[in-house]
């Protein structure tokens, strides 16, 4: 009998060990599932949008692989879609960073930030949560303020404007003219 209630304790201690890695591993696996997103919503709501895509940059030794949103210093960033935050760090292009991986196994970047508004690697975001600030770090140090938001999928960086001015189109236009 001792056996038994030991052997009980044993598996349930051992579900609830399990049990919320199993939840995690379920939610990560259908993160990767979900086809990605044809429109999204800007990560700088009220700021305007330039498509800065495919720009020169460096003297033409690189190009631009994404957008920069003007904004005052400080103002939140947002996160464009759900997803788990794979990197919160430094580096000498963007500065202070956040990498967010999304639906369709799209990596989102946003640079430039003044902070990362107590963001870590690992958490769970959802689209409109404060995910940093503006700022102008990396080699934006010294210019305007501003948030540099890419995209970037299996075959390489893509254009985030299309996907933001649909999104932006989603959310102005009349309610009987949403999808």
Avoid: C
């Avoid at 591993?25 to 997103?37: I, K, N, V, W």
């Avoid at 879609?81 to 990197?87: A, F, H, S, W, Y």
């Avoid at 769970?124 to 700022?135: F, H, K, Y």
């Amino acid at each position: 009998m001792l056996k038994r209630v030991f052997a009980v304790v044993l598996i349930l201690a051992a579900s609830a060990w399990v049990l919320p890695w199993m939840q995690e591993a379920r939610r990560f696996a259908d993160l990767l599932a979900e086809p990605a997103p044809a429109r999204l919503p800007s990560p700088l709501p009220g700021a305007r949008l330039y498509d800065s895509w495919g720009n020169a940059r460096d003297g033409g030794r690189r190009r631009h692989e994404g957008i920069d949103i003007f904004a005052a210093r400080g103002t939140p960033v947002l996160a464009t879609t759900r997803g788990r935050i794979t990197r919160v760090g430094m580096n000498s292009l963007g500065g202070k960073v956040v990498w967010v991986l999304g639906p369709g196994r799209q990596m989102h970047y946003y640079a430039h930030l003044d902070d990362w508004a107590g963001r870590a690697a690992g958490e769970w975001v959802w689209p409109g949560e404060v995910i940093g600030r503006v700022g102008n770090t990396g080699n934006a140090a010294g210019g305007p303020t501003h948030l540099h938001y890419g995209i970037y999928a299996a075959g390489g960086a893509i254009n985030p404007w299309p996907l933001l001015r649909a999104g932006r189109e989603a959310a102005t236009a009349p309610a009987g003219v949403r999808d």
